[in-house]
């Protein structure tokens, strides 16, 4: 399963990047993949890929356009809880549920991408 969330990232990832996206969704296969593209606001973390869980979901905020702010808790091993800020399309993709697995791929000292 992480390998198939891995290669979904890479795919989808290039495609957000390409498109200026900040949520990407892939469809196919078992399982639908969502990205969500924002910050991690409570740690400076090298680059690299985690896996955890959202503990959870708040301060959702529309922004305008559709768009809403929120603040994710994703929880790892070994670490304190991160606090992920990021923007979505509620018309097209829910927030962050609590329990929910996800990987989350740390691409520079605070941005980061969710895959779920």
Do not use: W
Request: charged content about 20%; overall charge positive.
């Amino acid at each position: 399963m992480k390998k198939l969330l891995l290669n979904a990232f890479l795919i989808a990832g290039l495609s957000a990047l390409m498109t200026g996206r900040a949520v990407a969704h892939i469809q196919g296969g078992p399982d639908d993949v969502d990205l969500f593209d924002g910050h991690i606001t409570n740690q400076q973390l090298n680059p690299k890929t985690l896996f955890g869980k959202i503990v959870y979901d708040r301060n959702c905020v529309s922004v305008g356009d559709g768009q809403t702010n929120c603040d994710a808790g994703v929880k790892v091993e070994g670490r304190e809880v991160l606090n992920f800020n990021y923007i979505h399309d509620m018309s097209a993709k829910s927030c962050l549920i609590s329990d929910q697995k996800l990987m989350l791929k740390i691409t520079s000292q605070h941005k980061a991408v969710v895959v779920r």
